[in-house]
């Protein structure tokens, strides 16, 4: 068996593009896209300035975190080493793309699903070599068996200075770099100035939205953050890849799951003979918005008539397969649950309060998990995801209850405020810790767009004001007051709800603005 990988020489390459359109040519690649580009960088200071390129692709990486997370492993091992990819199995979820630190992954815009450098492995299995290595005029792209130490590539790896991107994450990358400014491998180093690149005044994805990079005056430093060395001449824009509908399927999950935790509290606390309050309507609601977590999961799907492949073709290693079971197994214990309210079985109740907090803990925090699976988003990597998941859904719980409170009966309601109070109390302090404790420089960056650059109105007014203060307030003002009550705490739930999904879509989206290529 071998493990072919790629040297790139940056002292030879000339960023002539030949690689680039070489690699378009041979794989039909879209405008827009790229699987392979060249990156040039400017440092120095005028008059002492160089232009250096480097090219950017796929690192084959022999622990590859896109193999690792995607759903039907449509993303696979060749016996050569080579990270290839079967359009025939890609329901085009994306989650490649976030776990990729690289940027080298790509929705094909003619067949929706995710596509990258294969290393042109239909070549190398019969002898030939890639469409870029034999277009490249300076001989900078050299392809080789890593695992051979008579390849040439591996003499060179032996005994020269070389380096890889992002060492740091671990995937254990097979493309190395000779001669490389270390700036360019690293894009938190380098900036896009305002006044654009050498090609394009800005570079914009289809939503309007620039590419990643941290705004820079040209020949001054970053007033924002330091650490920019060199500003970035021309490369390509990579898409946000989830926005509002994964931002919205955890707010829904939090809801589904949140108001089955009250209602098993509800039973522990000796109200399984609450028919409606307890036995049938909890249920109903957490189908409800169970069944709009499935819509909104399969409508961000490129290929939705493929998401049963996440059964049929399941890769066990994906938290987004693990996490189809979890709900599933929870929408079979809600149901248990509405036919046990049903039927008034306050005895099937009691026994399945068990079963469904460990169902609605799963459901609610499984995605803390898909996002630690995304490595190419430092931001998402952090331990507290999972308990602020868990907070979120008591906080969604409380408030789904103070809201039904309005229209039925509804037993134990300062404990239920209580439980709101404590979500957003335990949200709050969870967050806190979050923003003030140390990370990586991606980390950094992310957290600044998200509490001081673009992200930082929906934040602080949606997350911080109206999803935690105005509940806190507001439900402390239900709990002082004997009568009238229910009517605060319902609009304390409902401001609690809408302010989840602003923190949620400002994290989710903060997570993605830090450039990766």
């Known amino acids: 068996m071998t493990r072919m990988g790629f040297l790139l020489d940056s002292d030879g390459c000339i960023g002539c593009h030949a690689c680039t359109v070489a690699c378009k040519s041979e794989h039909d690649v879209p405008l827009g896209v790229n699987r392979t580009w060249v990156k040039y960088i400017e440092t ?39 990270v290839d990819f079967q359009d025939d199995d890609c329901i085009g979820c994306k989650s490649c793309m976030n776990a990729c630190p690289y940027d080298a992954l790509y929705i094909n815009p003619e067949t929706n699903t995710a596509h990258k450098c294969n290393m042109c492995n239909h070549r190398l299995e019969v002898g030939l070599e890639p469409s870029c290595q034999i277009v490249c005029p300076t001989e900078a792209i050299k392809i080789g068996d890593l695992d051979d130490p008579t390849s040439e590539i591996s003499k060179i790896i032996a005994r020269e200075d070389v380096a890889v991107r992002a060492p740091e994450q671990n995937t254990k990358p097979k493309v190395y770099y000779r001669g490389a400014d270390q700036a360019s491998l690293d894009p938190t ?8 690149m ?18 820079v005056e040209l020949g001054s430093k970053p007033t924002d953050l330091h650490g920019v060395v060199a500003r970035t001449a021309y490369t390509t824009a990579h898409t946000m890849t989830w926005k509002a509908k994964v931002s919205g399927y955890l707010v829904t999950k939090a ?118 699976q995304c490595e190419g988003r430092d931001l998402w990597q952090t331990p507290l995801l999972l308990p602020v998941l868990i907070a979120q859904a008591v906080t969604a719980g409380g408030a789904s209850y103070a809201i039904i409170d309005l229209l039925i009966e509804v037993p134990e ?54 999803g935690l203060i105005v509940p806190a307030v507001l439900v402390i003002v239900a709990l002082a007051t004997e009568t009238g009550s229910a009517p605060i705490a319902a609009l304390a739930g409902v401001a609690a709800l809408v302010g989840m999904f602003a923190y949620e879509d400002s994290f989710v989206r903060a997570g993605q603005s830090v450039p990766l290529s």
């Open 255 to 372: 809801i589904s799951a949140g108001v089955m935790l009250v209602a098993a509290l509800l039973v522990m606390l000796g109200h399984a003979d609450e028919q409606v309050a307890v036995g049938l309507v909890p249920p109903m609601v957490a189908g409800v918005f169970l069944s709009i977590t499935g819509v909104l999961l399969v409508a961000d799907l490129k290929q939705p008539g493929r998401f049963h492949y996440l059964i049929t073709k399941g890769n066990w290693s994906s938290w987004l397969v693990k996490g189809a079971y979890i709900l599933m197994f929870f929408a079979a214990v809600c149901g248990l649950w509405w036919i046990g309210g049903l039927v008034e079985a306050v005895g099937l109740l009691n026994v399945l309060a068990v079963p469904v907090l460990f169902g609605a803990v799963g459901t609610a925090g499984y995605t803390a998990f898909l996002f630690g």
């Open 44 to 82: 120095g200071t005028f008059p002492d300035v160089a232009r250096k390129f480097n090219v950017m692709r796929c690192n084959q990486c022999d622990d590859a975190p896109c193999m690792t997370i995607c759903p039907t492993s449509a993303l696979f091992r060749a016996d050569n080493g080579v």
């Open 189 to 196: 180093r380098t900036a896009i100035a305002n006044d654009g």
């Open 413 to 466: 309601t300062d404990a239920i405020r209580w439980v709101l109070l404590g979500g957003v109390a335990a949200t709050a302090a969870l967050i806190a810790v979050e923003l003030t404790s140390k990370g990586s420089r991606h980390v950094e960056l992310a957290v600044h767009e998200m509490t001081g650059g673009a992200y930082a109105n929906q934040f602080w007014w949606g997350g911080i004001v109206l």
């Open 198 to 215: 050498i090609w394009a005044d800005t570079l914009r994805d289809k939503s309007g939205t620039h590419h990643p990079s941290i705004p």
